[in-house]
């Protein structure tokens, strides 16, 4: 039997960071227990609510967040708040396939187009790496929001 996993980002604005990554791989945020979203209504905003019905201090409605696949395949990534800040190059980081299936100049092409999605949406570009067959078949590095400058 194999196991579901959740992948967590610490952050210092889990919302925010989780807001990104929801756009970037066409994720959602879940609503709250037991709260029926109507079509169109926006998760964050009713999460506000009920936490505030709960009694959450308002300075503690930042501390976690999740996105989570709406077709139910992908896992969960759960966001939570820690006051230290990144130090050091992570020994985990996410792959985004956006052009698999694809060679050569059409898929660095693809890659750029994501790119340049992903960047509007905050991300920064570090570098790219040119195809070097048969071991890569290139890539672009990126960095989320939340990382500070990126360092090798």
Not at 50 to 77: T, Y
Not at 116 to 131: F, N
Request: hydrophobic fraction near 40%; proline fraction near 11%.
């Amino acid at each position: 039997m194999s196991r579901h996993i959740q992948i967590t980002f610490d952050a210092h604005d889990p919302r925010a960071l989780s807001s990104f990554w929801r756009d970037a791989l066409g994720y959602v945020h879940p609503g709250p227990p037991g709260v029926d979203l109507p079509e169109g209504a926006d998760p964050l905003a009713a999460w506000d609510g009920f936490l505030a019905r709960i009694g959450v201090p308002e300075g503690q409605r930042n501390a976690k967040s999740a996105i989570e696949d709406p077709d139910g395949q992908g896992p969960r990534v759960f966001f939570q708040q820690v006051p230290e800040g990144k130090t050091a190059k992570n020994r985990v980081h996410l792959d985004l396939r956006a052009a698999p299936g694809l060679h050569g100049e059409e898929r660095m092409a693809a890659l750029e187009a994501e790119c340049d999605r992903l960047v509007a949406l905050g991300a920064k570009r570090v570098r790219r790496d040119e195809p070097a067959p048969p071991l890569s078949a290139g890539f672009l590095v990126l960095t989320d929001p939340n990382t500070p400058d990126y360092q090798f």
